[in-house]
């Protein structure tokens, strides 16, 4: 048999149910058969004989038991709905309604301890543990868990009224003291076929009402099911255009690289003999120049290597990284509006670093384009941070862009995804890389005053094998 195990839970959620439920073991206090004139008008029905007074009792009992029972059974359902157990436990199902059955009996025996009132586990509690499996077996998890406890709400105070039914007295419905006056008041009076008739009403009526609030539920769970149905597919379709055009890529670099290798190879053999000829001769300045030359052609083609090989890694200096990053952008527009401040020039990093150069502008051109009615002030900053004892090398882009809404701060990594109408690629290649080297993005931004995304690499840390 399956363990138990909690999936998630709601601390929310939980906080919300305890303090409903302490309302509920309070409210008796607050809310009595005075409060709503029920004896008052008792004695006025069997007073004047007029059945008037017993129906204005009937619904102020009503409405006082469904007062005192919706704090401690909505505490029951948020408790319940704030714990999620593992989809492969035999009875998950089944778990929300076991919760109830726990914490209903024990809630129902303290308000009798304290406020001497005594409760019965009845049709109320029936009828949301009957709600409760109705909801969990369709895991209506998409809506809103307000609108689960206001169905929650009109059932309750829909079965409240058959209490009051004379007709149901057989039934183990209306065993309260209050309840059986207004039934026997009702007899005593003649007044039974109108008081099950009013209540007969009431209740149909909040049936309808629960019932049309369910189909809502149910719709508009429905819909939010499709629509995130929707968003999966187009994240499957944009990873599998992703990876497509990934593998088609690699395979014309493949061929490209290899075609540009050999003559790069010839070249840089010809050059070594050619230099070694001017040595020789003692054309020491020739042969100077030959050299330069060789160690041109080996730079070209190690970073034609980086290009293709994504696993490429090498002892890269901070300095190094940042160069080759404004050595690439200096032609771009927002060129003379990036700063940079590094404070670590010497550090090294074991990687890439013509993917890591292709990172960092990524998020120079984001910020430039976020930078609308502003004079831009771009900033790459490099510096040692410390997190949990550890040192990182950071490197981080600052903004005086228009910012980023919290709602859309976990979204802006997803392939896709993007606010100014691009393939919203870049922050996805961004995440994609820094997490190959082990190593955490974080994000600060504020609306209308600026971002800063700053690239946490471990110090010292061996990300891969030099190749």
Known sequence: ?????????????????????????????????????????????????????????????????????????????????????????????????????????????????????????????????????????????????????????????????????????????????????????????????????????????????????????????????????????????????????????????NSLVHDLKSPLTSAQALVGVVRSNCERELRMKDANYLENVELAIKRLSDMISEILYEDYRSDTTTAEIVQSVLAQISISRYANFVTLNNTIPHKKLDISKTRMTRVLINLIENASDAIHDATPDIVLNVSTVMREEASYICFSVSDNGVGIAPEDLDKIWEMGYSTRGSHGFGLGFVKGVVDAYNGTVEIQSDLHKGTTISILLEEGETHGTNT
Not at 184 to 189: C, E, G, Q
Request: positive net charge; aromatic residues 12%.
């Open 1 to 253: 048999m399956n363990n138990f195990h909690i999936k998630k839970f709601n601390k929310v959620k939980f906080i919300y149910g305890i303090l409903f439920v302490l309302l509920g073991i309070a409210l008796p206090s607050f809310l009595t058969v005075e409060t709503f004139k029920i004896p008052a008008h008792i004695n006025l029905a069997i007073q004047k004989e007029e059945a008037v007074y017993l129906l204005m009792s009937g619904l102020g009992l009503v409405a006082l038991n469904s007062l005192r029972a919706f704090p401690h059974y909505l505490g029951a359902f948020f408790i319940a709905e704030s714990i999620e157990i593992r989809d492969s436990f035999p009875f998950e199902k089944l778990f929300k309604s076991a919760m109830v059955c726990l914490i209903i009996p024990p809630v129902y025996i303290i308000i009798g301890v304290v406020h001497h009132v005594k409760y019965y586990f009845g049709v109320p509690a029936i009828v949301l543990l009957f709600l409760l499996i109705l909801l969990g077996k369709s895991d209506y998890n998409r809506v809103s868990v307000w609108k689960k406890a206001m169905l929650i709400i009109v059932f309750l105070t829909a079965f409240q009224f058959v209490d009051i039914m004379p007709s149901m007295a057989g039934f183990p419905v209306g065993r309260g003291e209050t309840s059986k006056d207004v039934k026997l008041v009702a007899t005593f009076i003649g007044a039974t076929h109108a008081l099950d008739v009013m209540a007969l009403i009431f209740l149909l009526l909040l049936l309808c009402m629960g019932l049309l609030l369910f189909l809502l539920i149910r719709d508009e769970n429905n819909l939010r099911e499709m629509n995130a149905l929707k968003e999966k597919n187009r994240k499957m379709e944009i990873e599998t255009q992703m990876t497509a055009l990934k593998n088609r890529t690699y395979m014309e670099m």
